[in-house]
Antibody
């Protein structure tokens, strides 16, 4: 069971970035998936969730209207389109799986991809 | 949103001692929607406890969770060297899902 994130980069404020997460070792379309971020030296912040068939989607207030979560079950992949990035979005972004028996608890985490927003 | 307050910020203990970590919610959280995670430096968090008291797969039985309403506790019996880490509580009953700021368990 593995989650691998990619797409992190250093960008200027106001720019966009798209993160990807590729899953392996489990039946991807059985699970809800999330993005959770962690600013350097700080705690964890849940960012967004998408259910198995993309019908149910939710965002943290801090990213609502700027970030868009999506998934492609045929490719075992999830994405996070991030627009209008600001310094407050600088963080390590984790791809995280919902626990099947306790949706909303996160039982599998990737190693993260770093996003740095700076001029 | 529900604010989770963890205490203490730092817990200094010796291997073999018992650790007791607290997580207090700003409003009542269903005990079925409270989780605990462990994070070591340079690593992703790991799920320890879900549903307030259920150990996740592979978690040793020296870790136990309890509580209800607004007050939850993570206890670690007989600390092992690998248990020194940061611990986060999380509620997932209400949107947005929220985490506490963490308790660092350090070697005394």
């Amino acid at each position: 069971v593995q989650l691998v994130e990619s797409g992190g980069a250093s960008v200027q404020p106001g720019r966009s970035l798209r993160l990807s997460c590729t899953a392996s070792g489990f039946t991807f379309d059985d699970y809800g998936m999330n993005w959770v971020r962690q600013a350097p030296g700080k705690g964890l912040e849940w960012v967004s969730v998408i259910n198995w068939n993309s019908v149910s989607i939710d965002y943290a207030n801090s990213v609502k209207g700027r970030f868009t979560i999506s998934r492609d079950n045929a490719k075992n992949s999830m994405y996070l389109q991030m627009n209008s990035l600001g310094p407050e979005d600088t963080a390590l972004y984790y791809c995280v799986r919902d626990m099947l028996r306790a949706p909303g608890a996160f039982d599998v985490w990737g190693q993260g991809t770093m996003v740095t927003v700076s001029s | 949103e529900i604010v989770l307050t963890q205490s203490p910020d730092t817990l200094s203990l010796s291997p073999g001692e018992r650790a007791t970590l607290s997580c207090r919610a700003s409003q009542s959280v269903s005990s079925t929607h409270l989780a605990w995670y462990q994070q070591k430096p340079g690593q992703a968090p790991r799920l320890l406890i879900y549903g307030a008291s259920n150990r996740a797969t592979g978690i040793p039985d020296r870790f136990s969770g309890s509580g209800s309403g607004t007050d939850f506790t993570l206890a670690i019996n007989k600390l092992e060297p690998e248990d020194f880490a940061v611990y986060y509580c999380q509620q997932y009953g209400f949107s947005p899902k929220t985490f506490g700021l963490g308790t660092k368990v350090e070697i005394k």
